[in-house]
């Protein structure tokens, strides 16, 4: 939202179909979030889902979720980062996970976090009980958007291991280029707020532009 010139692709959308936009995403949003900010918002025509990744947290007071994989395992490991810097400085960590966000204001201090997240990671985390919830969230989104009769349009990344064969979204066509690109295509000139550049929002945008004027939804 709010891109200079208005050239995201959501921004795009926006003015194209005089959409009111009620619900963006969060850095790192898990599937729980999506659910969970789903379910709050009434009277929605429209909903167009970029689905997690197994691996990122939900944290309910908080303005964006995190990722467990990088929470150290064992809680003599002080500070850790999101960066592949083996050894944080203090302010290196605070920059990453408290400059922005309100992880700070929950939070209060980095001991606090740190051993908030250190304990969910020794007692309470599992990858296959991630693994699990993360599916099962997936399919109650789903089993909600078509109990609801709400037109949606589903990005994914296609990995057997986050969307099983078995596992079948009902309630709208399922993309399978958004995100890796997202995920994985190189930045060419200026990043949005978005992680994509000028190109990659043109691409975006004109898949969701098609799919809003073919009425296949």
């Known amino acids: 939202m709010n891109s200079p010139n ?19 995403g969060v850095p790192q949003g898990s599937e729980e979030r999506i659910l969970f900010e789903l379910k709050k918002t009434k009277e929605l ?20 979720d995190l ?15 999101e960066k592949n810097l083996e050894q944080p400085t203090e302010e290196e960590f605070e ?13 209060k201090t ?11 990671k020794e007692y309470f ?4 009980l991630i693994t699990s919830r993360f599916h099962g969230t997936v399919l109650l989104i789903d089993n909600y958007l078509c109990n609801k009769n709400i037109k949606v349009f589903h990005a994914i990344k296609p990995d057997p291991v ?34 994509l550049d000028l190109k990659g929002n043109d691409f975006v ?9 073919r009425g296949s939804w």
């Not at 025509?45 to 964006?64: E, G, M, N, Q, T």
């Not at 399922?174 to 992680?195: A, H, Q, T, W």
Request: glycine letters at 2%; charged letters at 25%.
């Open 6 to 24: 208005d050239e995201s692709y959501i921004d795009r959308i926006r003015k194209k179909y005089s959409a009111d936009i009620v619900n963006l």
């Open 205 to 213: 945008f004109n898949r969701l532009d098609d799919w809003l004027q």
């Open 45 to 64: 025509d429209v909903a167009i889902i970029f689905h997690s990744l197994i691996r990122y947290i939900f944290i309910p007071k908080c303005k964006r």
């Open 162 to 195: 986050i969307f099983p064969n078995w596992l079948k979204i009902q309630s709208g066509p399922v993309d399978i280029d958004i995100l890796p690109m997202s995920l994985n295509k190189p930045i060419v000139g200026e990043k949005f707020c978005n992680n």
């Open 110 to 120: 980095r001991e606090q976090f740190c051993e908030a997240m250190s304990t969910y």
């Open 95 to 107: 920059k990453e996970f408290f400059s922005y966000s309100n992880l700070k204001e929950v939070f």
């Open 67 to 81: 990722s467990i994989r990088t929470v150290p395992d064992k809680k003599s490991t002080l500070l850790w980062t």
């Open 125 to 128: 985390y599992h990858p296959d």
